[in-house]
């Protein structure tokens, strides 16, 4: 697990990459609620100029950084007298991750988040991590970075956020395995027949958890999952073949933690991001959230079952990618990424998202990776393959997918 730096208990300054999105609009929502316990140094978006100024003016940010160049007459406009700095660009948003902040969120989506991450952890401080790709696809790189900068990554991600909670690192030879526990998203009941047929707007539509478009499909195909698996063999040095997946439908049990005497231990809550978010706020203690409190006699069921990894093969294809090693978790992540641009597009079905990861892969041969140019340079192979195989569609079987795994 990664270190860090020791805690100080004064006003943190907090940057967030990432602010317009899902995790970004929730972790506002909190620091708003305490200002005199947070100042906001820098404030990243991708392309949504006007909200992430509005977010700029409301918390006093003495940065804001937009990715795409077309929306700058936008936020400069905005800003302009307000004494807030912008600019926009890729360098603008490696400069926003490298103004000096105790606390960074790092909650962009997807494999652009891996830079922008990396230089918030060569930083040091603290850095929360809902970006799961930069993880996935820099995996021992990223944590080797953590550890030379003192940088201590706290999980987001609900499910590592529960692990990280119960997890005890300082006795981890007591630890048997670890459990991810997954709701199953919306078609977790369905025919791959019936799931064939399903649009970008249902497969968005996820039944527990109100998250931004791309992980919502991930949760869709379980790929989430996947990348989830990848994720916590990295966070928390665990194998594998000692990482389960759980199917819980309700989303009330976030993760657990098996130990070798028996006992196993879990964290439970409410299926709202601003639980995970306010632990990493206030780590070490703790800060109050409006988060609805759980109320399990109203539940009354938990229900749990394992996963079918014939209908959601992405999980079985992130375990082959995690197994294989070398390149093949960015070449997985980069044509994941192609793969659901294409279905939200409506150039290929919602089961053809696996199939197109599948035959990525086995077009790939594992080659090895010793660098972030060369994570970067595979992540940019897996979406050009994904490509290649996009364009040459001709329906390949999800039987093909299956027989893989
Ligand atoms: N949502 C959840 O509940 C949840 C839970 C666990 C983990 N996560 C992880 O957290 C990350 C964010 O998820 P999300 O649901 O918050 O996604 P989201 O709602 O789509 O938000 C993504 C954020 O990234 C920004 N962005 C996109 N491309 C960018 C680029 N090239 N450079 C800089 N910023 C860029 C977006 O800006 P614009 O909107 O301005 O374009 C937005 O602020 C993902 O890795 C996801 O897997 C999310």
């Not at 907090?14 to 305490?34: K, P, Y």
């Not at 799931?195 to 497969?203: I, L, Y």
Request: glycine fraction near 10%; include cysteine.
């Amino acid at each position: 697990m990664v270190e860090g730096t020791p805690h100080r208990e004064t006003q943190r300054r907090v940057s967030i990459l990432g602010s317009t999105g899902s995790v970004g609009t929730s972790t506002i929502d909190l620091i708003a609620r305490e200002p005199d316990r947070f100042a906001v140094e820098a404030l990243v978006g991708g392309a949504n100029a006007a909200l992430l100024a509005e977010q700029a003016k409301t918390l006093g940010a003495s940065f804001a950084a937009i990715a795409d160049e077309t929306a700058w007459p936008v936020l400069r406009d905005a800003l302009a007298g307000t004494g807030i700095e912008a600019a926009a660009g890729r360098d603008a948003v490696l400069e926003a991750a490298r103004r000096p902040a105790d606390w960074t969120m790092g909650s962009i989506v997807g494999a652009a988040g891996l830079a922008p991450t990396l230089e918030a952890v060569r930083r040091g401080g603290i850095v929360a991590l809902a970006n799961k790709e930069a993880l996935v696809c820099a995996g021992d790189l990223f944590t080797e970075e953590a550890e030379r900068a003192g940088c201590r990554i706290l999980p987001v991600d609900s499910e590592h956020n529960a692990i990280y909670q119960v997890f005890d690192d300082a006795r981890r030879e007591g630890i048997d395995r670890i459990i991810l526990t997954a709701s199953g998203g919306p078609f977790r009941t369905l025919s791959l027949d019936d799931m064939a047929r399903k649009s970008p707007a249902e497969a968005v539509a996820h039944p527990n958890w109100s998250m931004g478009v791309k992980i919502s499909i991930d949760s869709a195909t379980m790929m989430n999952k996947g990348l989830e698996l990848i994720e916590a063999h990295h966070l928390f040095a665990m194998p594998e073949a000692r990482i389960d997946v759980l199917v819980h439908p309700q989303s009330v049990v976030h993760s657990l933690v098996s130990y070798v005497d028996g006992s196993v231990l879990a964290q439970l809550g409410s299926p709202d991001m601003r639980t995970p978010i306010a632990y990493c706020l206030a780590w070490p203690r703790r800060m109050d959230t409006p988060v609805e409190r759980l109320d399990l006699a109203a539940i009354g069921q938990l229900d749990f079952s394992a996963p079918d990894i014939r209908r959601f093969p992405c999980l079985g294809l992130a375990r082959q990618a995690l197994r294989a090693g070398g390149d093949a978790a960015p070449v997985l992540n980069g044509a994941n990424e192609a793969a659901v641009e294409a279905f939200v597009a409506g150039r290929i079905g919602f089961t053809d998202i696996a199939s197109v990861v599948a035959e990525t892969l086995d077009r790939c041969p594992v080659e090895p990776v010793t660098d972030l140019e060369g994570v970067f340079a595979a992540d940019a192979k897996g979406r050009r393959v994904a490509e290649d195989v996009i364009a040459g569609f001709g329906g390949l079987s999800i039987a093909h997918v299956g027989a893989a795994n």
